[in-house]
């Protein structure tokens, strides 16, 4: 095995996904997915930029399915609706798409998220795999079984867990990804590095630059890192009953900021950078350390995040209210207690909150 390729497995109760990390991940992962697709219908999603400019890399994959079936899908958000499930349903079915088919998925998170949901549900699941083709699919979106599309109330409010039998995470991929989107894939990866492996903390921060170079073979060791992380919370807990939530730390306010903004603003990781930077106020207020607190604010100060436009605390707040990850008894925050250790909180005051939302809007990196 090439020293710049990283195989990890994440068990889950209905197996296990194979993952296979680095440079030309696609030709390492070559004849497992040979056996995977041999002699099946292959139904490919991808958006069309992501085909012009990546298209012919997945040669070494779909050669071995006995008949392919490619199916645009809208880039970004716009494709997880349940329209577009029913669109490409039918289209499966139009195509001859059987019990036993295949779906490839081939784009970053919104990509996986919605063909992870269509693959779930068409003929009560049909297998398949990701190749994510953003840092922030690389590192999260695709790890997990996580899958859904949104509604008018709510980000992934319709959604299931199917896991997919591979991710194929080659880091040459993300070459042709502009510096925001990296940047917003990095955010991800200190999300888990701060409360779960701050070794991984460190390497970003000490060879941030390369990273956002796209550097493919500085990549490899974060993304198998931020990987990793997430699969041992995973294994432990498949369907977010309990520790799984660790790993919603700074969403809470970020999918709050981004419908808000009507998705548009700010990408999905810079959001969660600014609920990164708004959990610190309440972790600080419960015992985390002010140099943690401060570590954080100036690795998150180097992303060069886009400002905020002006917005009202409490539509904000009635927005956390709504989201997916709260709770029938209310909002539970995840929150650093020291470095490399996070707690669920869920007794925080609405006043507390707002009172923080409006020093926060003053001055995201104040403390």
Known sequence: MSPAIER????????????????????????????????????????????????????PL??????????????????????????????????????????????????????GFVAGCFLRGISYVQVPTTLLAQVDAAIGGKTGVDLEGGKNTVGLF???AMVISDTRLLA????????????????MAFLLDPPLLERVEATLPALLAADARALVPVVAGACAAKCRVVAADPEEGDRRRLLNFGHTLGHALEAALGYRHLRHGEAV?????????????????????????????RFDLPPLPALEPRRLYDLMRRDKKAREAGMVWVLPATLGRGVMVGDVRRREVLAALDAFLADPFGE
């Open 162 to 164: 199917h896991h997919p």
């Open 176 to 191: 042709t990804l502009p510096p925001a989107e990296l940047r917003s894939g990095l955010v991800e990866v200190v999300k």
């Open 273 to 301: 950078a600014y609920g990164l930077l708004f959990a610190l106020r309440l972790a600080r207020a419960r015992g985390l350390e002010a140099a943690a607190a401060a570590r954080l604010r100036a690795l998150l100060a």
């Open 8 to 59: 990890q497995t994440l068990p889950h109760p209905r197996g296990a996904t194979d993952i296979v990390i680095g440079v030309d991940a696609i030709g390492a992962a070559a004849e497992s997915f040979a056996a995977w697709a041999a002699g099946r219908t292959l139904f490919v999603l991808s958006p069309a930029p992501v085909r012009r400019l990546h298209g012919p890399s997945l040669a």
């Open 62 to 115: 779909i050669a071995a399915a006995e008949r392919r079936v490619e199916i645009e899908v809208p880039d970004g958000e716009a494709a997880k609706t349940v329209g577009e499930c029913h669109r490409l349903w039918e289209a499966m079915l139009e195509r001859g798409g059987k019990r036993d088919s295949r779906l490839l998925t081939f784009g970053g998170g919104t990509t996986g998220d919605v063909g």
